[in-house]
């Protein structure tokens, strides 16, 4: 069964390339994969993901000794991550995570390793949702800072990172900011340190600093509380929280002298 498979196959495969596809080189061509690679390259330019797909596929079944193969193979995973259905994003790390395997000393190997955490960033769910697929897009840019410090690419991945790590405390803020209102400041308490000791970049601590000081004033521990209402002054002058802040400051200074 398997060899009828097999050569069925092969007759569907040269039934193509009798009928003059439009995604097979001519026979004339002096270089048909690099044919193919600028007919790919010029779909993925229009966004046209099939297209383009079905060029590259063309270099990475059919030419195995080309040199234009490990872009061909890295762009079928482009195509994958730029349609962006949740099917297409685990076919585009299948790609990228081949890729790697395949050509792990290519010169963009670094470029597979950012679009394989990108396409855990794209699945990405609102911070009060599930964030399996934010930790596992953060878990694929630590491999990136790992193994390619030096990649030009490194501020966009760095971007990406922080979008990544802010929605991952944000969660974590939800919870802790429920306790709060819940008037359980313990479980407040520990939520709002945690991200400050894991996050200490959060964009939007200043918001755990402002209620990790309230949780502490409400447990009656204002002098742990007076520091993070005063950061919540001096590193967002900005703030939303900034005038309540100053207010409960000026009442906890009064309470703690």
Not at 18 to 36: E, H
Not at 48 to 66: F, L
Not at 231 to 243: A, I, K, N, P, Y
Request: include cysteine.
């Amino acid at each position: 069964m398997v060899k009828a498979r097999s050569g069925l196959a092969v007759v569907l495969a040269g039934m193509v390339v009798a009928c003059g596809g439009k995604n097979v080189a001519p026979q004339n061509t002096g270089q048909p994969d690099r044919f193919l690679m600028d007919r790919g390259n010029e779909a993925i330019a229009e966004r046209d993901w099939v297209e383009a797909r079905e060029y590259y596929r063309q270099i990475v079944d059919n030419y195995p000794q080309s040199p234009l193969r490990p872009d061909a193979k890295l762009g079928i995973g482009e195509t994958y991550l730029g349609e962006g259905s949740t099917e297409s994003l685990v076919l585009s790390a299948n790609e990228f995570r081949e890729f790697l395997t395949f050509y792990p000393t290519n010169p963009k190997a670094d470029q597979a390793q950012y679009k394989l955490a990108m396409t855990y960033v794209k699945q990405m769910k609102a911070a009060a949702r599930d964030q399996t697929a934010t930790k596992e897009g953060l878990k694929e840019f630590q491999v990136f800072f790992d193994r390619y410090p030096n990649s030009p690419l490194m501020p966009e991945v760095r971007k990406q990172w922080r979008e990544a790590r802010d929605r991952l405390s944000e969660a974590s803020y939800l919870v802790g900011y429920q306790y709060y209102r819940q008037r359980w400041y313990p479980g407040a308490v520990d939520r709002f340190r945690e991200i400050l000791k894991d996050d200490p970049e959060y964009s939007k601590r200043d918001a755990v600093y402002f209620y990790l000081a309230e949780s502490l004033a409400k447990s009656s521990k204002p002098a742990e509380a007076v520091p993070y209402f005063e950061r919540v002054l001096t590193e967002f002058q900005q703030s939303e929280h900034t005038g309540e802040a100053k207010k409960r400051l000026d009442e906890l200074k009064i309470d703690v002298k």
